[in-house]
């Protein structure tokens, strides 16, 4: 599901005239993505939150520990899944804590993780689009005009 050029969420199931959506803020909201620039690739999943007026954030998981991750680095999915094309923008990394800028945390000593403010506005989603992988190529080029 894409709002603008921006991953908003993914499909999570169809009929013939609807379709539910999960949001990428949505603990049920898994999909594969990597940072931009690096070799870094995880799995991004909603957070938790419980009250409507919760900052927007998403958790990027299973990250390899040896990379090091800048905040404000852009976040696409990852190409590596079947049903999500690659190179479509997810979000941003934010700091953990503004007052100690930490980008990343060490989970243990096989991956970190970081958080992810998503790019798409999911407070004022109006219209969305949904991508198959063979629209990939229509979409990125919209992306770079």
Same mark, same amino acid.
């Given at each position: $599901?894409?709002?603008?050029?921006? %991953? *908003? ?7 013939? &005239? +609807?379709?539910?959506? *999960? ?9 594969? %993505?990597? /940072? ?6 995880? /799995? $991004?999943?909603?957070?938790?939150? +419980?009250?409507?007026?919760?900052? @927007?954030?998403? @958790? %990027? ?12 680095? =852009? ?6 899944? =079947?049903? /999500? #094309?690659?190179? =479509? ?13 930490? /980008?990343?945390?060490?989970?243990? +000593? ?7 403010? #998503?790019? *798409?506005? =999911?407070?004022?989603?109006?219209? @969305? *689009? @949904? %991508?198959?992988?063979? &629209? ?6 919209? $992306? &770079?005009?």
């Amino acid at each position: $599901m894409v709002d603008g050029t921006y %991953v *908003a969420g993914i499909i999570k199931e169809t009929t013939a &005239r +609807t379709a539910t959506v *999960a949001t990428v803020a949505a603990p049920s909201c898994r999909v594969s %993505v990597r /940072i931009r620039g690096t070799h870094g690739f995880g /799995i $991004m999943r909603g957070s938790r939150q +419980t009250r409507w007026y919760s900052p @927007v954030y998403s @958790v %990027v998981e299973y990250l390899p520990p040896d990379v090091s991750y800048e905040k404000s680095k =852009l976040v696409e999915t990852s190409g590596l899944s =079947l049903q /999500i #094309p690659g190179g =479509l923008p997810v979000g941003r990394l934010t700091p953990w804590d503004d007052s100690k800028g930490e /980008i990343s945390r060490t989970v243990n +000593t096989l991956y970190k993780e970081t958080k992810l403010t #998503p790019t *798409a506005d =999911l407070q004022d989603i109006q219209f @969305v *689009a @949904v %991508v198959s992988k063979e &629209r990939t190529e229509a979409l990125k080029k919209a $992306m &770079r005009e």
